[in-house]
């Protein structure tokens, strides 16, 4: 049976609001949130740990029978959701255990990559291209509600994996696999030449790069070809165009 809030200081709602703006508070609780009724329905098929819908008056979903299902009056949603347009759901979800960290040849390894949109657009192509993916130190939480809706539900079908620099770099030594890096440098090879589907690539943020310890250490850098008059590429594209070669 649906249950009706219409009280903004709602517990549920006020827990919302935490769960959304706090990255520590969504690591305390193991929940996260997630908005919109496309994410829903990519959450219903594929997530188990969907536990509580919050729906605007209107909206229907179809969600399993042990889902907690609320509904709420059209401005306690605008209250609570992160867009300045709603879309009218809202959703809680129970974090995944820590996924174990495995070297992969033609995997990509993301370095400090911040931005919410980026992180998500990432993982959303490497879904798509089936590319393992890792991230390192100082990358945006992969289950922010921004890296969620960027993500377009890839989050939910493909494991988020999280480790360390000195982890990966041990393991991929102990692998045989060599790490390379993309790399502003004299020294760096073109991408087309390159055997990615060898590698462990690191992809760095567009203001910092690659950590100046990762450059030191990897075997090999790596140059996407451009217009010389170019400064440097968005690191979500950048990533797509290393990941499209890995797959070619």
Not at 125 to 147: F, N, Q, R, S
Request: with cysteine; net charge neutral; glycine share 6%.
């Amino acid at each position: 049976m649906m249950e009706r809030i219409t009280a903004r200081k709602n517990p549920l709602l006020q827990q919302v609001r935490k769960l959304l703006s706090s990255r520590k508070e969504r690591e305390i609780t193991g929940l996260f949130v997630a908005d919109g009724t496309k994410l829903l329905a990519e959450a219903v098929k594929w997530w188990p740990g969907l536990e509580t819908v919050i729906l605007s008056d209107g909206v229907e979903a179809d969600v399993p029978d042990h889902v907690r299902v609320v509904s709420v009056p059209k401005d306690v949603m605008e209250s609570i959701s992160p867009m300045q347009t709603p879309q009218g759901a809202l959703f809680l979800c129970r974090l995944p255990k820590k996924a174990a960290f495995t070297p992969k040849p033609g995997m990509l390894l993301l370095d400090g990559i911040q931005d919410p949109g980026n992180l998500g657009t990432i993982l959303r192509t490497a879904d798509a291209l089936e590319i393992p993916v890792a991230l390192l130190e100082g990358c945006a939480d992969p289950y922010g509600h921004k890296v969620v809706r960027a993500s377009m539900g890839a989050v939910f079908r493909t494991p988020v994996v999280q480790t360390t620099w000195s982890e990966a770099q041990a393991a991929c030594l102990k692998a045989g696999i060599p790490i390379a890096v993309t790399a502003l440098s004299d020294r760096a090879e073109d991408i087309r030449s390159a055997p990615l589907g060898t590698m462990a690539v690191v992809i760095g943020s567009e203001g910092q790069g690659v950590r100046k310890e990762i450059l030191d250490n990897a075997q090999a850098e790596l140059i996407i070809p451009m217009n010389p008059n170019c400064e440097s590429l968005n690191a979500a594209i950048a990533a797509a165009i290393v990941m499209w070669q890995m797959k070619i």
